[in-house]
């Protein structure tokens, strides 16, 4: 593994990228709430263009996170099952998720519904890594994923696209927008649907011998907005997303259990410019409804409602401000029957200096006042400096995760503490080679106590890891092309994820390896071949339980275009067949086939 990294790297840094332009011309949002060339911020970022999404085809969020550098997923199952990201090895609920910046983190568990979000609708999903409470607020200490859906283009358009597959899969979406000067509108609609395989079967058992479990979801997404006169405009925007997801409770091979689900997402922006500042008036709701009669929370009715004020400021040329406040309200009206507000006051400069090169700072700080926690300080600090073809990087950053409704009502005897972190990556980049350092260290971890079995949940608990926890590690990223018709992308993290007395976390691979080769010498043609390595991974701390890492897989997609209007694809999902789990006792998919046709009118 080492020879092959050195020697990857060495080759990388003789080389040059002919998409490097392309990746100059990304315009970010996430990483201090205003857009920005993704050059101009300092944050550790990672984006997922639209071109990627239409390339390769992913079935899910779930599937494009995968895809990335740094980023390791695990489920309790196939398609619709749970689903979790661990983002440099960072625990999952401390991963903020939003939605055209609406929070998609369900409140009760702190985990967000991944499986669920179909990839139809997204233009770009960006990745910001390492803490960020001091722009986003509580529960970002790990990261923040934004998921940015499309806007449309000047005109009427519509389209739509099916795609079929092994274990009964099917999915469809219907598109219709339009767009001119002053007014726009924008819908969507996917219908997915498999008959899936088991959610659980003991590991190197044939899943074929037990119960299917099936998945289906619809999710109905509309885009609007006025444009009242040239300085100010109005935008809103709403997702539903229902899906009934069958799945195995403590026995595996009759179990009728069944979660049904509806979230539904809404925000309404006002915006007005003028020759001072730009600023953004808002109000966002995510409610969560959940049920699942035969689980531990039969009935679950949350809602999250946020409204708030931004402004930017701009002065001397490319140095601006942010600064603003918002108000948070959580409702929880069922099964916990619980409330709480946070107040956040938020401020952000950002300073660009010519000294021979380009140097970048940003600081950012915000205060929390909570009703039912600790008010908290967090903030975060980048540099970046670009001469040339190199640059340079560094942030830290404080973060601050606090425990979810789930894990104090399932602690140990001991009260459950918020979380506190510190940040640190340090990065160097020479054309489109990429080495960075980062290092987490968590302060009362909150961690998975697994008494029990798989199948046994009665003795498990939630308790607070007294000391200083620390995720460290590295990652080489490099993307390059050959004979202007291969791009070559290779990513390598290594990850050494302790606790305070050295014993190592549970669910964390210790490597990641992915490697994907996309050709496109054939006209109108485009053929990927995506593989990933996850290293040692067992289920348990301590190295206890199930080892679930070690092992390899390989995805392959075939895109043509008929026209510029219609295009068809296939794929095959783990190529090899290869037998796997990433949790212990839930199954993976085997080899599995889809076809699909999209078009526009």
């Known amino acids: 593994m080492k020879n092959l990294i050195l020697t990857a790297s ?31 911020s300092t944050a550790s970022v990672e984006v997922i263009t639209d071109i990627e999404l239409k390339e390769k085809h992913f079935t899910n969020l779930s599937e494009a996170l995968n895809s990335v550098v740094g980023l390791d997923m695990t489920s309790n199952g196939g398609l619709g099952q749970a689903s979790f990201v661990r983002i440099d090895g960072m625990h999952y609920t401390t991963t903020l998720v939003l939605i055209d910046g609406v929070i998609y983190n369900d409140i009760t568990n702190g985990s967000a519904f991944l499986e669920h979000i179909q990839i139809s609708d997204i233009k770009q999903i960006e990745i910001i890594k390492g803490a960020q409470s001091g722009i986003w607020g509580v529960n970002s200490s790990g990261g923040v994923i934004n998921i940015i859906t499309k806007n449309p283009k ?39 649907k498999t008959d899936g395989i088991t959610a659980k079967a003991p590991k190197h058992k044939d899943i074929l011998k037990y119960e299917d479990d099936k998945y289906s979801s619809k999710t109905i997404s509309a885009k609007t907005g006025f444009q009242i006169n040239e300085t100010n405009k ?18 595996t091979k009759e179990d009728k259990s069944e979660i049904t689900l509806k979230n539904q997402f809404s925000k309404i922006n006002y915006n007005h410019i003028d020759s001072f500042n730009r600023v953004d008036i808002y109000a966002k709701q995510s409610t969560f409804n959940r049920k699942d009669p035969q689980g531990w929370t039969k009935e679950f009715d949350g809602q999250i409602q946020e409204y708030g004020f931004k402004s930017k400021i701009p002065y001397k040329d490319e140095n601006f401000l942010i600064w603003g406040v918002d108000k ?32 970048i700072f940003t600081q950012a700080i915000r205060h929390d006042r909570y009703s039912k926690f600790e008010d908290k300080t967090t903030g975060k600090i980048g ?49 489109d080679t990429k080495i960075r350092y980062f290092q987490n260290k968590i302060d009362d971890l909150i961690s998975y106590n697994n008494n029990g079995t798989a199948s046994d949940f009665s003795d498990d608990y939630f308790e607070n890891t007294q000391g200083v926890s620390t995720i460290k590690g590295y990652e080489l990223s490099y993307k390059k092309s050959f004979f202007e018709d291969i791009l070559l992308t290779f990513g390598y993290t290594a990850i050494d994820a302790k606790d305070k007395d050295n014993k190592s976390l549970g669910r964390v691979a210790k490597e990641l390896l992915k490697v994907s080769v996309d050709y496109y010498g054939i006209k109108k043609t485009h053929i990927g071949l995506y593989s990933k390595y996850v290293g040692e991974r067992y289920d348990q701390l301590d190295k206890q339980g199930e080892q ?14 008929i026209d510029k209007r219609t295009k068809i694809y296939g794929k095959i999902d783990n190529i090899t067949d290869k037998y796997y789990q990433t949790i212990d006792g839930y199954a993976t998919y085997p080899r599995a086939y889809y076809v699909g046709l999209d078009y526009q009118f």
């Open 10 to 40: 060495l080759f990388a840094i003789l080389t040059t990228n002919i998409f490097s332009k392309e990746i100059k011309n990304i315009v970010i949002y996430s990483a201090i709430k205003t857009d920005q060339n993704i050059q101009d």
């Open 328 to 359: 948070k309200n959580y409702k929880q009206t069922k099964e916990y029957k619980i409330k709480y507000q946070d107040d956040g006051l938020f401020l952000t400069n950002q300073n660009i200096f010519d000294l021979s090169g380009k140097l």
């Open 383 to 431: 540099v970046s400096y670009i001469k040339e073809n190199w640059t340079t990087a560094a942030n830290y950053g404080t973060g601050y995760k606090a425990p979810s409704l789930y894990e104090i009502s399932n602690s140990s005897k001991d009260e459950l503490s918020p979380e506190s972190v510190k940040s640190l990556d340090i990065s160097v980049k020479y054309k």
């Open 154 to 192: 000047v005109g009427f358009f519509y389209g739509g696209a099916v795609e079929l597959g092994s274990f009964g899969f099917m999915k469809t979406d219907a598109r219709l927008s339009y767009k001119n000067e002053s007014f726009y509108l924008k819908t969507n609609y996917n219908n997915t």
């Open 548 to 561: 679930t890492g070690r092992y390899t897989t390989a995805n392959m997609v075939l895109n043509y275009e």
């Open 234 to 251: 109005i935008d809103l925007s709403y997702k539903s997303i229902q899906s009934k997801t069958q799945y195995d409770g403590t026995n």
